[in-house]
């Protein structure tokens, strides 16, 4: 153990005394002091945190949360959940952190901050996002329900669309084929019709990526009129490649530009979207008799036919 941790350690053991004192009765002291142990505790557990010893940090800032909530300051608590989240990342424990963030958000919502509830699970979202996917999507869901509660549909809008990348992410085309329309219309709600634009396109080739191109072809005439030019020049062209079963045509439409341009995971999207079948063309020698086009990124670039 290094002099720093040392030091740390017991500055943190000496914190947690006085927390404990603090909370002791006597003939003379009939009520806790709630207020001085969760401070105690805090630090206490700031200080372990630095040396190290992550389990002892946590069980200080489990006990500051204990006071908080004894002295209903249910903003304090659920920023000590937060921290608890922050020591997971150090820990490498992210999959404990769904139950921190929830009960965080909860107590914000308790205390009337709604838009700090979002923001807790919104930042559980990012942290996890990485290695524990669907976690985040559940904080991600979790905190969009939040934010509609309050009607701010701007915020709504910024959830919805994390929602949506993350399904797509996942592969979860038709949870975010639902998705994708739930940003659509908060969108119209703000007249933010600039961006509709690229989520039709999005959601066009989500609807072919399930196979659906009749869907495909349902949403564009419904939503198409929002579209930048270049948008439905390609949406109509792509669309009939698919109608003619063209794959060629197809594989150069997903490739545009704008669309490798847009948010990453539709990018990738639109290297793995099934292309038409088409009429087979004779093989050169040497191909491979099972060769096509693949739904694995890697797989995709390395055949060379949506590039």
């Known amino acids: 153990m290094s002099g720093v941790a040392a030091k740390k350690i017991a500055e943190a053991e000496n914190l947690v005394k006085q927390a404990e004192k603090s909370l002791k009765l006597s003939m003379l002291k009939w009520v806790p002091d709630y207020d001085s142990a969760a401070d105690e505790y805090s630090k206490a557990a700031t200080a372990y945190r630095i040396a190290k010893s992550y389990d002892k940090s946590k069980d200080c800032f489990l006990k500051s949360i204990d006071c908080y909530k004894n002295n209903k300051s249910w903003f304090h608590a659920a920023k000590s959940y937060e921290q608890i989240i922050l020591l997971s990342k150090d820990a490498d424990t992210l999959h404990e952190v769904e139950e921190y963030a929830n009960k965080a958000a909860n107590l914000y919502q308790q205390h009337g901050s709604p838009e700090a509830a979002a923001s807790a699970l919104d930042k559980a979202a990012k942290l996890t996002e990485s290695k524990h ?7 991600y869901q979790h905190a969009l329900e939040v934010i509609m509660i ?7 809008a910024e959830i919805a669309s994390k929602v949506a990348r993350i399904l797509v992410k996942l592969g979860r085309y038709e949870e975010a084929t639902n998705a994708l329309k739930k940003e659509i219309s908060l969108n119209q709600q703000t007249e933010s019709y600039g961006q509709i634009g690229r989520l039709v396109v999005a959601l066009v080739m989500v609807q072919l990526a399930r196979g659906d191109s009749v869907e495909a072809e349902k949403t564009f ?13 390609t949406l109509q062209t792509l669309l009939q490649a698919f109608d003619d079963e063209d794959p060629e045509l197809a594989a150069r439409m997903l490739a545009s530009p704008f669309i490798r341009h847009m948010d990453v995971e539709y990018a990738i999207l639109s290297k793995n979207i099934p292309l038409p079948q088409g009429i087979q063309v004779e093989k050169k020698a040497g191909d491979n008799d099972n060769a096509g086009f693949e739904t694995n990124d ?3 670039e390395d055949e060379g036919g949506l590039c």
Do not use: I, K
């Open 150 to 156: 309050e009607d701010s549909v701007r915020q709504a």
């Open 221 to 233: 005439r419904e939503w198409g009129n929002c579209c930048e030019p270049e948008e439905v020049s």
């Open 133 to 139: 996917p669907d976690m985040a999507l559940r904080f």
């Open 298 to 300: 890697n797989e995709a």
